[in-house]
């Protein structure tokens, strides 16, 4: 947002023209707080927060001096620009930091649902194989009992025989 004036700028942050510098950063502070794209994602509140960071980057440029904004057009200020933007080193290296423990947790997360999945998988394989063995020693019992039966009805049948010739 392009600001005509001081005072549009600080309409924006809820500020009368007598704010300073401490007013307009706590303002900001708090506005951001509260319009903040991670607080809020709604198109109203990401509007209402680049009105808030342009007003304040505009304040803030108000209560530079002459030598300051000399300062922050050379290359140092662009550096400083940049932190701003992106974070001081520190701040970057923590970002890196929790970055990279996020992706350590993922891989350790997909490391666990592989091993889950090959357990089921062997689980599975184990049961299938038990139910196999279920099934045949089953099969195995009935043709066993089968067989002794055929064994035990020939056995009689030549017994009755042998008893009938043994009578005559």
């Known amino acids: 947002m392009v600001f005509r004036s001081r005072r549009e700028a600080l309409l924006v942050l809820g500020l009368t023209e007598s704010a300073d510098m401490a007013a307009v950063k706590s303002a900001y502070k708090n506005l951001?707080?509260?319009y903040h794209p991670d607080v809020r994602s709604d198109a109203a509140s990401a509007g209402q927060y680049r009105a808030v960071s342009d007003a304040y980057e505009y304040l803030m440029g108000s209560f530079m001096s002459e030598d300051q904004a000399v300062w922050a057009a050379s290359?140092?200020?662009m550096q400083?620009?940049?932190h701003r933007i992106f974070g001081t080193n520190e701040e970057l290296s923590r970002m890196a930091d929790r970055m990279h423990s996020r992706q350590e947790r993922a891989r350790t997360e997909m490391k666990l649902d592989a091993q889950k999945k090959d357990r089921a998988r062997e689980l599975s394989k184990k049961?299938?194989?038990a139910k196999a063995k279920?099934?045949?020693d089953e099969t195995m019992e009935k043709i066993h009992t089968e067989r002794?039966?055929?064994v035990m009805a020939q056995i009689i049948?030549?017994?009755l025989q042998g008893?009938?010739?043994s009578e005559s």
């Open 80 to 82: 400083n620009a940049g």
């Open 32 to 34: 951001v707080k509260k």
């Open 134 to 136: 279920r099934i045949y």
């Open 75 to 77: 290359g140092s200020g």
């Open 127 to 129: 049961s299938k194989e």
């Open 148 to 150: 002794a039966a055929q």
């Open 163 to 165: 008893k009938g010739t």
């Open 157 to 159: 049948e030549a017994y």
